[in-house]
């Protein structure tokens, strides 16, 4: 009887702890999401928390794996406003060692680098060609007219910038550049194309921006029916300058953009800014990267980087991959010179401390498809933020749908929309969305639902999540 007693009690007490059985509205609305036809046979987890207690109100698989994609991000972008603060700048220094006599740089020119993913970034609205022009003015003010050693990036260590279970047909396109010491323009090289007019007829490669020097391509993308979508990929590792361009591109277009990947851009900067020193009548001859900084190293000219709350919103807003991973160097690496790969045992320690001690988490952005997290992770996560910061700085950080960036078009015209904050986490068989909702008590609850594994459309896939959402916020 007694043995009876304590089973009944510890019944008692899992269904109370679990909400699922004493909210048969929520129940009845994960039943009808789960019927979605593309989410009969997929892996469904969600976790749904009180931010005020922190309780886990809801949950179904919420303690399972899931690859999270680009939901990831979250945990790089409220770490560095949790470790570094809103205002932190990443600072990159142009400056010389050596001696200037005559007009003449006895010496080395030296970019010195810091990492920073914005540099130059048409997102930020920077121009890299600008900031080059500042720097020559800089140069000629300092009456620098030959430069008689080497003009050189002094980076931080070596670092390959692409984890290593990156999937090869990303890492040579505009979102699979990984972040290197020295980022511009994005990271990007973009190609234009010209296709035919008939469907199988080969394409021509008409130009690049930026012009690299010594980057060899080779163009096999086809021409596909008027219409149909941009399919085409460059196939390249980091530090390739030979680059194979795949796929095809819609009939009919004179110059059509291929958002390519910029190989190597800590040494593509040097061959452009060498380019502009030499128009500029300012003699240089060799370029290099180093690995160090000079000892004696005179900076003559600083550029600093927007706030760092500017550049995680930005990473958030619209997913950029490469600013995500300059977040993961910054906290991770820091100031210890680089050595190759990201270390992912020191990821998984620094992580250990908000709750990720379970999670598997091999890259900075959520490109990796070896990433694992859970649910009850993410919205305890973001509990966490919330007692660490306030609701109103972790709201700004993240995308408000209706407003922000690619949450502009979660809920599209549903009056709940407003009420509203999430992280949008897509890759192929993937849709995740991670974030905040204010419910109809007038309570705020993280949630995290991950569909991983399903096969159909991401769009049929985001209505459901989006339906059923609605419903959990008018019933809680």
């Given at each position: ?5 304590i089973f009944?009690?510890?019944l ?16 009845k ?40 994609a ?8 409220f770490?560095a ?17 050596g001696?200037i ?12 680098t ?5 540099f130059?970034?048409k997102?930020?609205k ?19 007219k030959?430069?008689n ?9 070596w670092?390959?910038p692409a ?7 990303d ?7 990984g972040a290197?010491?020295f ?9 234009f194309?010209k ?6 007829e080969?394409t021509?490669?008409?130009?690049t ?8 391509y ?8 008027p219409g ?5 990929y ?11 361009i795949l796929g ?29 020193l030499?128009a ?10 180093s690995?160090?900084?000079?000892s004696?190293?005179k ?5 600093y980087?927007?706030?760092l709350?500017?550049l ?7 997913s950029?991959?490469?600013f ?15 050595k ?10 620094f ?6 001690q379970?999670a598997d ?5 959520g490109?990796a ?19 660490k910061m ?9 995308p ?7 949450a502009?078009?979660f809920?599209?015209?549903n ?7 999430l992280?949008?986490?897509s890759?192929s068989?993937v ?6 909702f204010?419910?109809k008590s ?10 991983n ?6 769009k ?5 999540i ?11």
């Amino acid at each position: 009887m007694r043995k009876l007693l304590i089973f009944l009690t510890v019944l008692f007490f899992s269904f109370k702890i679990d909400a699922q059985a004493d909210k048969p509205a929520l129940i009845k609305a994960l039943s009808a999401f789960k019927k979605t036809p593309a989410l009969k046979q997929a892996h469904i987890g969600i976790s749904i928390r009180d931010l005020q207690n922190g309780q886990e109100v809801f949950q179904w698989h919420a303690n399972q794996n899931f690859v999270p994609a680009s939901n990831l991000k979250l945990l790089y972008t409220f770490a560095a406003i949790d470790q570094l603060g809103k205002d932190y700048r990443y600072k990159t220094e142009l400056g010389y060692s050596g001696k200037i006599v005559n007009k003449i740089l006895f010496g080395d020119l030296i970019i010195k680098t810091s990492g920073d993913p914005s540099f130059g970034s048409k997102r930020m609205k920077e121009d890299y060609r600008q900031l080059m022009a500042e720097m020559v003015s800089k140069l000629r003010n300092s009456e620098i007219k030959t430069i008689n050693g080497r003009m050189i990036m002094a980076c931080n260590g070596w670092r390959y910038p692409a984890a290593g279970s990156w999937p090869v047909e990303d890492i040579g396109n505009y979102y699979g550049t990984g972040a290197w010491d020295f980022n511009f323009n994005d990271n990007r090289l973009d190609l234009f194309l010209k296709s035919g007019h008939q469907v199988g007829e080969p394409t021509h490669l008409i130009k690049t921006e930026p012009v690299v020097p010594g980057i060899t391509y080779i163009n096999k993308v086809l021409t596909a029916e008027p219409g149909s979508d941009d399919e085409a990929y460059i196939h390249a590792a980091p530090f390739d300058t030979t680059r194979f361009i795949l796929g095809t591109i819609p009939a009919g277009k004179e110059a059509f953009r291929v958002k390519g990947g910029m190989p190597n851009p800590p040494l593509s900067f040097l061959k452009l800014f060498k380019q502009e020193l030499l128009a500029n009548h300012i003699e240089v001859k060799n370029i290099a990267l180093s690995y160090a900084l000079p000892s004696d190293f005179k900076p003559l000219w600083s550029h600093y980087s927007k706030p760092l709350i500017d550049l995680v919103k930005y990473t958030n807003d619209y997913s950029i991959n490469h600013f995500s991973e300059a977040l993961a160097w910054l906290l991770i690496q820091g100031e210890t010179p680089a050595k190759g790969y990201l270390d992912k045992k020191a990821i998984h320690q620094f992580f250990s401390s908000y709750g990720f001690q379970k999670a598997d988490i091999e890259d900075g952005s959520g490109l990796a498809p070896d990433n694992l997290v859970q649910p009850a992770q993410m919205t305890a996560f973001l509990k966490l933020m919330k007692n660490k910061m306030g609701i109103k700085t972790v709201l700004a950080i993240l995308p408000h749908a209706g407003v922000d960036g690619y949450a502009k078009y979660f809920l599209k015209n549903n009056p709940l929309q407003s009420q509203v904050w999430l992280k949008s986490g897509s890759v192929s068989k993937v849709q995740n969305y991670t974030g905040i909702f204010k419910a109809k008590s007038g309570h705020f609850y993280s949630f995290s639902i991950m569909t991983n594994n399903f096969i159909g459309k991401h769009k049929t896939v985001k209505k459901a999540i989006e339906k059923l959402l609605s419903e959990y916020i008018s019933i809680l």
